[in-house]
């Protein structure tokens, strides 16, 4: 690139009397001017053929900046500036130039530009033409820390659909995006066109509705861009370099440790890299270290490492390394143990340790760390994180030396470490939110905010996600609704409400952040309330609830061989973690849920026992609900080694200790989940179908056990907490449930005890015509006339009673709240769980609130 002496004004006249070549008819031609420190860049087209899509990039003398663009954006970077045209002067006419909307900047001094390239050309037409365009690109530009991308569609038919996927440094975050919504996985930005831009005609750009968005860090560059899987500037696909100076700090008899330097990234990051023992992988690994196991003592190996880009590129092989491991002979004895192990630090899934180096007549090569009798991670020094660990829980540590000759040393004293709550100095209070809500109910994500309960949740639970009974996967996708039979052993097969998850455009006035949905949105419904939740209210945790009373029917089948439960647990994540929602009604696609959930919730009701009518059970389900939930572990967990966000794991428990015994192996599942939801409600109750207990009342949620009960055996919060408690489940892994609706029947006896346990007439009216014998506590207080409410101390219950001949009502006030929080914190317990909050205008939310603070 040569300098420019002169001004370009005076070259542009040069260029005036010359005769352009052939090959530049479409070429365009940029005259530079300086007033002051105002320079105006005048671009023309002497060619014959419009040309659509330019910028120029420019060079400033050291230390001067440009600033101020009109009809332009600029940005620079060190000395390089460059200049994006306004979308009214993006294209120029053939014979025109961009005048009286000609670019202008102001810069710091008065200096004319060092070169200047117009689409990849001279500015003053001397030299070869522009490279050819690609067919679509997208050209980013930033100013501070609103960004934004142009696509261009430089083809000669319409472009119909574009996607771009970028990368952004370590720590920058995408959000608040206009013309196009976005998802962010890690450093990966995902950025889908609103309707009105998904189409981009042949030359035409995206202007003046190209996406733009905010980056949390002002002047952010991607690290990488791809547009329909093609590198945003056109350029082609570039491998990874090969990786560097590889080389062994460590062999022993069985394993060789090698250490590279880092491969210089191609088209794409570098995710991870390949390490060949000869022509076969001998191991994968994110990081510039490996250790090679398995090998044969006084045995030559020859070494090589690829790097691997997000695609699966291969980059060129290192430069060998012969290695010769060691002959066990020549060393038999072991190291000393360590010494001095220690825990340093611990959080809610990692423990870290450190120890005193043991000594050894070879030297050291490693050090086993062990959790109980497994092997959990191998180092080379004296400190190591052990993670995938679950909150409240015991571990035992101890760590072993391995010399050069691989002679392990007897190991060091344990250690007993608690891994930290999940909820630290706090506590809990798990809310489920319900799908169906937004219909009769009436209730939004937006009320979860305006009640004031999304400030004092931690989290929320979206109930429920189904099982396709075909796939065996999660269900997503489709709106079916249940039969209206609540005995039907088919009812909730196949269904599913993707319209109101992420199909439903919402009015601002029910919108969390009073911003209506256009209808257009890849993202819409009470997905994308929650995700607006979640930007409000940042504390807040977000798990999807798969199965429920309805839903439970296959949980047996998708837990009754290793192939279905990694099949099954696979598709769940797949969809509700990384997002990749089914299309629905010009809604859904790749990565646009991403975000949205922090983990899963498991609502199988009942693994091994009856639940709803039609439900698979099996004898083994027991020992396959305790594998189950170890392959979500398992693969959240993977999941993490990739994004670096951890995954919560809870479930909904049963509180009758029949049900327990059946399907829950409490000392096993502990090991895997977060959190234990335990019942604390439903104890009895009507039924909608009169089908359950409609002859006689009794609380659905006491506290303590009733020596009035006829009902034997009866249940309790207390009862139901112990048996899990004398199992061994951790008290700061368990909530126990409390109910924001009430159950009632009528014409119930007074019996002399304001209808308590007494003769009834069935299931009483409901809030809504399907659900007799149920009503959200709020409404029940407005829409039950004469219900005088009043408290059993001794069982900590709530109830209400219209009089001799009426209706009888259990639920929980702000009282049995109170009392419950006092309870659980005497017990040590996480915190609460509330069956749902549709029922509650925000006095039990607040009741719980002030009782667990």
């Known amino acids: ?21 052939a090959q530049a008819a479409s070429r365009l031609v940029a005259t530079f001017t300086l007033s002051g420190t105002t320079g105006t860049f005048v671009v023309s087209n002497p060619g014959t053929t419009a040309v659509t899509g330019w910028s120029i990039v420019f060079e400033l003398p050291s230390g001067v900046t440009a600033s101020s663009p009109q009809n332009a954006t600029i940005r620079q970077n060190g000395t390089k500036v460059t200049l994006t045209p306004a979308f009214y002067i993006n294209t120029v006419q053939p014979g025109r130039n961009t005048e009286p909307y000609s670019p202008r900047i102001t810069l710091s001094s008065a200096v004319q530009p060092v070169s200047c390239l117009i689409d990849g050309a001279n500015c003053d037409g001397s ?42 440094p370590a720590g920058v975050t995408a959000s608040n995006a206009q013309h196009a919504s976005l998802s962010q996985s890690g450093h990966t930005v995902t950025l889908t066109p609103a309707h009105y831009n998904t189409t981009v005609n042949a030359g035409a750009t995206t202007e003046p509705y190209s996406p733009s968005f905010t980056v949390s860090t002002a002047g952010a560059e991607p690290v990488s861009c791809r547009i329909n899987d093609v590198n945003c500037d056109g350029s082609p696909d570039a491998p990874p370099g090969a990786p ?41 690994v994110t990081g510039t270290t490996a250790t090679v196991s398995g090998l044969t ?13 997000r695609k699966g590129t291969l980059s060129p092989a290192s430069t060998p390394l012969a290695v010769t491991t060691r002959n066990p002979s020549d060393d038999t004895q072991p190291p000393a143990a360590p010494g001095d192990l220690r825990s340093t630090a611990r959080t809610s899934s990692s423990v870290t340790l450190t120890w005193a180096a043991s000594s050894d007549n070879s030297g050291i090569a490693s050090y086993d760390v062990y959790v109980g009798s497994s092997v959990a991670t191998t180092v080379s020094g004296t400190t190591a994180v052990v993670s ?99 005995q039907d052993p088919n009812q909730g097969d196949g269904a599913g409400d993707a319209e109101a998850d992420y199909g439903r455009p919402f009015s601002a006035a029910q919108s969390v952040d009073g911003v209506a949905d256009t209808g257009w949105e890849k993202l819409r419904g009470n997905f994308n309330q929650l995700k607006k939740l979640k930007a409000k209210h940042p504390h807040l945790k977000v798990l999807i609830s798969l199965g429920g009373w309805t839903y439970s029917k296959y949980f047996s089948d998708v837990a009754a061989t ?249 639920f929980d006030d702000a009282w049995s709240i109170g009392k419950k929080a006092a309870w659980l914190r005497s017990k040590g317990l996480l915190g609460a769980m509330i069956w749902e909050m549709s029922g509650d205008s925000g006095t039990l939310t607040t009741a719980l609130d002030a009782g667990l603070r």
């Open 1 to 21: 690139m040569r300098r420019l002496a002169t001004p370009l004004i005076a070259v542009l006249v040069i260029i005036a009397l010359c005769t352009f070549p």
């Open 127 to 168: 030299g070869g033409d522009p490279p050819a365009k690609p067919p679509v690109s997208a050209t980013y530009d930033v100013n501070g820390s609103a960004a934004r991308f142009v696509v261009a569609n430089n083809g000669t038919a319409p472009l119909n659909g574009w996607t771009i996927v970028f990368d952004l």
């Open 244 to 284: 560097g100076n590889l080389r062994s700090p460590a062999r022993t008899t069985k394993t060789v440790t090698l250490a590279w330097d880092a491969a210089a990234p191609g088209s794409l990051p570098i995710t991870g890299y390949e390490v060949y023992n000869g022509s076969s992988v001998a191991a994968s």
């Open 297 to 309: 003592p006084s045995t030559a190996y020859t070494f090589t490492v690829k790097a691997k880009d």
């Open 388 to 486: 995938g660990l679950s909150p409240s829980t015991e571990y035992t540590f101890s760590v072993r030396a391995r010399d050069l000759y691989d002679n392990l040393s007897p190991g060091s004293a344990t250690v007993k470490v608690t891994t930290a709550d999940l909820v630290e100095n706090g506590y809990a209070r798990v809310g489920y939110f319900v799908q169906w809500g937004i219909y009769g109910r009436q209730y939004f994500v937006r009320n979860l905010d305006t009640t004031g309960a999304a400030a004092k949740l931690t989290h929320i639970n979206y109930a429920f996600a189904n099982i396709d009974p075909q796939n065996l996967t999660c269900l997503q996708g489709v709106t079916k609704g249940t039969s209206t039979d609540p």
């Open 562 to 810: 290793d192939a279905a439960r990694k099949k099954f647990v696979a598709s769940c994540i797949d969809i509700y973690i990384k997002g990749n929602l089914p299309a629905y009604n010009g809604a859904g696609g790749p990565g646009t849920a991403a975000g949205v959930f922090d983990g899963i919730d498991l609502d199988w009701e009942w693994p091994g026992a009856e639940g709803h009518p039609g439900n698979h059970v099996s004898p083994a389900d027991k020992a396959n609900n305790t594998l189950l939930i170890a392959e979500f572990r398992r693969q959240l967990d993977a999941l993490t080694a990739t994004t670096g966000r951890r995954y919560q794991l809870t479930a909904f428990t049963p509180a009758d200790p029949a049900k327990i015994a059946a399907g829950w192996d409490l000392p096993e599942v502990a090991k895997s989940l977060d959190i234990f939801n335990v019942q604390g409600y439903d104890f009895h109750g009507a039924g909608s179908d009169n089908s359950w207990e409609p002859n006689r009342t009794g609380h659905q949620g006491n506290l303590h056990l009733d020596p009035d009960s006829p009902y034997d055996p009866d249940f309790s919060v207390e009862k139901a907490v112990d048996v899990y408690l004398q199992a061994g489940v951790h008290p700061r892994k368990m909530t126990i449930g409390l109910a924001y609706y009430g159950r009632g029947w009528q014409r119930v006896a007074d019996g002399g005890r304001y209808g308590e346990w007494q003769q009834a007439g069935g299931a009483a009216p409901g809030q809504f015509q399907e659900e007799a014998g149920t009503r959200g506590y709020t409404n029940l207080l407005a829409m039950v006339p004469g219900c005088t409410v009043r408290h059993d101390e001794q069982a900590v219950a709530t109830y209400c009673f219209t009089g001799d001949g009426g209706q009888w009502w259990t």
